[in-house]
């Protein structure tokens, strides 16, 4: 038999990865402990040292999230993943839900809970603004939801929703909460059971700095008890609490077979968190707190105006309005040109209105807040000459 397809001359070629400063939104550069990590043996995805690795994880996840919680695992997936995972469990052809829109986030969880067959409703707020309690109470009494998704923190805008009040007022109104940390965990404070949250997932490759691929999540005993009651199966066999949940050991019973985990992205993730443990949350949280601050100072010395809110700003991606008649493609090509460093522009709402500038995990530091700078304003000025910057970075 004669194979007519050739094996392609490219793959006999050297593998070329470049190193780039990732100051975009995501993912952040990894610990070369991480990096290590990832080199070691494979092993198998029911080996007993594999599954102690996922014990691990757990428990340093529900560092992480502040929270108890029983059926705390990652999903082998991508920040996307936990999206469809919490929205896939918690809801049935016709419930009712409401996504909190602060940006591109909101757009996309209320088309994946379309696709469940939900009923979607939303409360939008204002520009480069988060929802308050009074206006998410207001539409809770509307809409009469059985679930809310809210994004902590939008890569998109920038903005940082605050959640206090929040799961007490969707308890009341018998309705479960549903938080996006992607971008803002480990940036910002998160208390998982004192905010009574009931599901909740994050990006891997984030303030973490762990490569994407795995995301970690967490489900309160209320949402289990949901899931219990449900009236038809979940809908997609790969996101199934119940069968992943028996996979990481979260509710007694024995551990199965689900699917074949990465035991390579497993090593990277446990060093990442074990990295965030060291360091402790405090500690990480006012690092980014104190970098973000930085930054903002000296994006404002220099003339530009920023997109969010000044009180409610998320610390690990700034928005950056793009100046007037500057082409912020060029911007971000020459940065990365020249440089090689990353900064992005905007996303869904913001598309085209915005840079978006991340400071997360190793890249959280005072040396890379003002190598940015630096990067980003000589890159507007090389674009657009004629563009007021005041002073020097």
């Excluded at 409360?123 to 059985?146: D, F, W």
Aim: net charge neutral; with cysteine.
């Amino acid at each position: 038999m004669e194979y007519k397809v050739t094996s392609p001359a490219v793959l006999r070629e050297p593998l070329v990865v470049p190193d780039k400063l990732l100051m975009g939104p995501g993912p952040s550069n990894a610990p070369q402990r991480v990096l290590d990590a990832m080199s070691k043996p494979i092993l198998g995805h029911l080996h007993p040292e594999t599954l102690k690795i996922m014990d691990d994880i757990k428990e340093g996840v529900r560092y992480l999230f502040q929270t108890t919680n029983a059926a705390t695992f990652c999903l082998s997936a991508s920040g996307h993943g936990g999206m469809e995972a919490t929205l896939c469990n918690l809801l049935e052809d016709g419930d009712v839900v409401l996504i909190g829109h602060t940006g591109h986030w909101g757009d996309r969880s209320a088309d994946m809970a379309t696709r469940y067959g939900a009923d979607v409703r939303t409360v939008k707020s204002k520009v480069g603004q988060s929802l308050s309690l009074e206006e998410i109470r207001t539409a809770l009494l509307q809409h009469k939801p059985s679930v809310l998704f809210l994004t902590q923190g939008d890569s998109s805008t920038g903005v940082l929703q605050g959640l206090e009040g929040v799961g007490a007022l969707c308890h009341a109104n018998n309705c479960l909460l549903i938080v996006d940390t992607v971008a803002s965990l480990g940036g910002t404070p998160f208390f998982m059971d004192r905010w009574e949250v009931d599901a909740v997932y994050t990006g891997s490759q984030k303030v973490l700095g762990a490569p994407p691929g795995i995301t970690p999540m967490s489900f309160s005993h209320r949402a289990v008890e949901r899931f219990k009651s449900r009236n038809t199966k979940v809908k997609v066999y790969y996101w199934d609490m119940a069968l992943v949940g028996d996979y990481w050991g979260c509710f007694g019973r024995p551990r199965i077979y689900h699917h074949t985990i990465s035991a390579t992205l497993l090593y990277g993730l446990r060093e990442a968190i074990a990295l965030a443990c060291e360091e402790s949350l405090p500690t990480l949280i006012a690092r980014h707190q104190d970098c973000a601050q930085r930054l903002y100072r000296g994006l404002e010395a220099a003339g530009f105006e920023l997109y969010a809110n000044s009180k409610e700003r998320l610390a690990t991606v700034t928005t950056i309005k793009v100046p007037q008649g500057v082409d912020w493609l060029k911007v971000a090509q020459y940065a990365m040109k020249t440089y090689m460093v990353e900064i992005s522009g905007g996303l869904g709402p913001t598309a085209g209105q915005v840079f978006r500038i991340g400071l997360m995990g190793q890249n959280a530091t005072t040396e890379r807040v003002d190598r940015v700078l630096q990067v980003f304003t000589e890159a507007v000025k090389s674009v657009q000459p004629n563009v007021q910057i005041k002073g020097k970075i």
